[in-house]
């Protein structure tokens, strides 16, 4: 019973694994991976700027033609576009290249924002129609949100917790030095007399 069964699985792996091999070997395109990231900051103002920036990566072996990208995702009634634009192109991207792209966006209104992936079109030489990749989406913004103030002195309090301990034996032992190294005020004078 267990010969079968055994026998059965490999001949499935193997035809699997032979599958994989004949999609992989047919058809040689570019393969296009995007990340778009977005970040906050707060202005002394009160305002809050969208720092946007979207990574294009060909992991293909063929050159993609006519690349786009363009980021319509974030509405105009709650985010104006500072400096950039939510859209470019490109002539081309090699096969292992790169492209980078990044945009300012300044906050109008207070919310939860979950933007969509950005779309990016290609062209291949071996195909009319136009293909299309989207970026991997933000993480959700919580835009002009209350937060606590920044704590100037945030640094001292980790310094302190961390390496306290080893900081008062450094100033006791500092203080016992300072101490026994200087004449006290009394003895000198007392010395100071006897000279008279």
């Not at 694994?17 to 900051?41: E, Q, R, W, Y």
């Amino acid at each position: 019973m267990a010969k079968p069964i055994s026998q059965s699985l490999i001949c499935g792996l193997l035809a699997l694994f032979m599958v994989s091999l004949a999609l992989g070997a047919s058809d040689d395109v570019p393969f296009i991976v995007a990340h778009k990231k977005a970040s906050l900051t707060r202005l002394k103002s009160g305002s809050e700027r969208v720092s946007v920036s979207i990574d294009i990566y060909n992991q293909g072996s063929l050159t993609a033609y006519d690349v786009s990208l363009n980021d319509d995702s974030w509405p105009q009634e709650i985010f104006d576009v500072v400096s950039g634009n939510i859209s470019k192109s490109w002539e081309r991207l090699d096969a292992g290249g790169i492209l980078s792209h990044s945009f300012e966006l300044e906050a109008k209104a207070k919310g939860l924002f979950n933007g969509a992936p950005a779309v990016i079109t290609f062209r291949i030489p071996t195909k009319a129609a136009l293909q299309e990749a989207y970026s991997t989406p933000i993480i959700p913004l919580d835009v002009l949100a209350d937060r606590p103030p920044e704590k100037k002195f945030e640094w001292v309090k980790r310094l302190l917790a961390k390496y306290g301990s080893l900081i008062s034996v450094i100033t006791i032992v500092v203080l016992f030095v300072y101490l026994v190294a200087t004449p006290s005020k009394s003895g000198a004078a007392k010395g100071s007399k006897k000279k008279r």
